[in-house]
């Protein structure tokens, strides 16, 4: 990974909060303890697959009502 060995592990945070309407709202926080790791993960374009996977997760939860 982007971490360098010895470096401090990122710190991966999920919060579900219940909203009306039985919605559930998602958080997700990484927490990286150097700008370098930050910009490392960024650059993997880890983002863009994660989000094509909410949008996967989405569409599969709509069709569980």
Same mark, same amino acid.
Do not use: I, K, Q, W
């Given at each position: 990974?982007?971490?360098?060995?010895?470096?401090?592990?990122? !710190?991966? !945070?999920?919060?579900?909060?219940?909203?009306?309407?039985?919605?559930t709202l998602l958080e997700l926080l990484t927490e990286c303890h150097t700008k370098e790791v930050r910009d490392a993960i960024l650059e993997t374009g880890m983002e863009v697959g994660a989000q094509e996977q909410f949008d996967v997760l989405d569409e599969l939860a709509q069709s569980l009502k």
């Open positions: 990974g982007p971490e360098a060995e010895g470096a401090e592990p990122t !710190v991966n !945070v999920a919060t579900f909060t219940a909203l009306d309407g039985g919605r």
